[in-house]
């Protein structure tokens, strides 16, 4: 329900007032209308496409290994479907193991090169931990103990 000019008046505002005020409400109003109605939110059929093929694709490749998306992209042509995912699925039938993720050899040498980092990285972590607990780490024991045993000499 829109406010008169007379229910204004009846609030205690003078005439000149109430008109002013109904006057810049639909003012504004009217800017709104007209920049809602110049809003240019459409977009074109070839966007709407191009937007449409690249979340197939998105879609489509969500759960493929990232080292084999060029060899499955080059299989695809080969394949027949309606859509992208269509084509995914008759290349997975055909070729699985485009779709599975090598794993990296291991060496014993890395395997062991891994562990060593891995304890010292530990042991790091652990002395970080006995400092903030306020202990005293093994390098400041051997220091207190020293310091002992040459007062007791």
Do not use: H, W
Not at 68 to 90: A, H, P, R
Not at 106 to 112: E, L, M, R
Not at 143 to 153: E, G, P, V, W
């Amino acid at each position: 329900m829109a406010l008169t000019k007379e229910q204004l008046i009846e609030q205690g505002l003078s005439e000149e007032i109430a008109e002013n005020i109904l006057n810049q409400f639909n003012n504004e109003a009217k800017q709104i209308r007209e920049s809602v109605q110049k809003r240019e939110d459409v977009i074109s059929k070839e966007d709407f496409i191009k937007l449409s093929n690249e979340l197939d694709e998105l879609k489509a490749f969500k759960y493929v290994p990232t080292t084999k998306i060029e060899d499955i992209k080059t299989n695809l042509d080969k394949v027949s479907g309606n859509s992208l995912i269509e084509k995914m699925q008759t290349l997975k039938e055909l070729k699985p193991d485009l779709f599975v993720e090598e794993q990296p050899s291991v060496s014993p040498t890395n395997f062991i090169k891994d562990m060593i980092e891995n304890s010292v990285e530990n042991k790091n972590d652990e002395i970080e931990i006995i400092k903030e607990k306020g202990a005293y780490t093994p390098e400041e024991i051997k220091k207190i103990s020293d310091f002992t045993l040459k007062n007791l000499r």
